[in-house]
């Protein structure tokens, strides 16, 4: 098998017999995810906690001839996860690990609650799912890979955003340390850690002139695509990268080399 098809510009990774799971996968980057990996031939099962919108996707995915399951998942709530992953058979081999939320406040405004909710979810929960993701392969003699969905700002800080920044530098260390303890599986751990990436939710923001200001700062000049992030997912994803664990991949046009 060719993991890698070039044709122009586009880039595509046969994923034949793959069977991946992609959290967070009711809208935005998750929802994206799953449809690339569904294109590229994987087995997808898409996962979270809103069930008309999974069946939305899964339906566009399905009528473009893509094989695609569906399953109710928080990852905040461990039997929920626990129940995602012990039914599957065979079990998942590539696990997209993409669920977060935001939380834009200034630290001496944010709430105990609003700090654990962003630490559970974005960083426990992502730990939760890559350990039970891992058991299931462990058990099964099988390797596979887990991408852990960061950020840039596990990198570099910014204002007003302490709790998330803090739960995606735990997100990074933590993918190192589950890659040092889980190659000896076959157990590839990366981290994909997008820019800023033009979505539904921010792009009124980026048409303000703080929004503006803050593009200018991108040496590109210019903010991210969903489609952007495929080649690299699509690398982490296959056996393109089989050599590659414990590392992150960043995708922000040059903005952690922009200068202070």
Same mark, same amino acid.
């Given at each position: ?6 044709s122009g510009a586009v880039l595509s $990774?046969?994923?034949?017999?793959? %069977?991946?799971?992609?959290?967070? $996968? !009711?809208?935005?980057?998750?929802? %994206? ?10 087995? /997808?099962?898409?996962?979270?906690? @809103?069930?008309?919108?999974? #069946?939305?996707?899964? !339906? ?23 129940? $995602?992953? !012990?039914?599957?058979s065979p079990p998942f081999d590539i ?7 935001? %939380?834009?406040?200034?630290? *001496?405004?944010?709430? $105990? ?9 974005? *960083?426990?929960? /992502?730990? @939760? ?19 852990? /969905?960061?950020?840039? *700002? ?16 735990? /997100? ?19 981290? *994909?850690? +997008? ?23 991108? +040496? ?18 296959? #056996?393109? !990268? ?12 040059? %903005? ?5």
């Amino acid at each position: 098998m060719r993991p890698f098809l070039r044709s122009g510009a586009v880039l595509s $990774a046969d994923l034949s017999g793959r %069977h991946a799971i992609v959290t967070g $996968a !009711s809208s935005g980057l998750g929802r %994206h995810f799953a449809v690339v990996l569904a294109r590229a031939g994987a087995r /997808v099962t898409l996962a979270a906690r @809103r069930l008309p919108a999974l #069946e939305e996707t899964a !339906s566009m995915i399905a009528g473009a001839g893509g094989s695609v399951d569906v399953v109710l998942l928080d990852v905040t709530d461990a039997g929920s996860v626990a129940a $995602a992953f !012990s039914c599957e058979s065979p079990p998942f081999d590539i696990v997209i690990n993409n669920a977060g939320i935001a %939380h834009n406040a200034p630290a *001496l405004q944010t709430s $105990a609650a609003d700090w654990q909710g962003v630490i559970d979810t974005n *960083l426990s929960g /992502v730990f @939760r799912v890559a350990q039970a993701a891992a058991g299931r392969m462990i058990a099964a003699g099988i390797g596979g890979s887990i991408v852990n /969905v960061a950020s840039i *700002l596990g990198l570099r800080v910014a204002g007003n955003v302490a709790a998330y920044s803090a739960a995606k530098a735990g /997100v990074m260390h933590m993918t190192r340390s589950l890659a040092l303890e889980w190659s000896r599986y076959g157990i590839r751990v990366n981290a *994909l850690c +997008p820019g800023y990436i033009e979505t539904d939710l921010n792009r009124d923001f980026f048409a303000t002139d703080a929004g503006r200001a803050l593009v200018r700062r991108v +040496p590109q000049r210019r903010l991210g695509k969903f489609e952007d992030l495929d080649g690299p997912l699509l690398l982490l994803a296959s #056996e393109a !990268s089989s050599f590659m664990t414990g590392t992150e991949i960043v995708v922000d046009g040059g %903005h952690l080399v922009s200068s202070l």
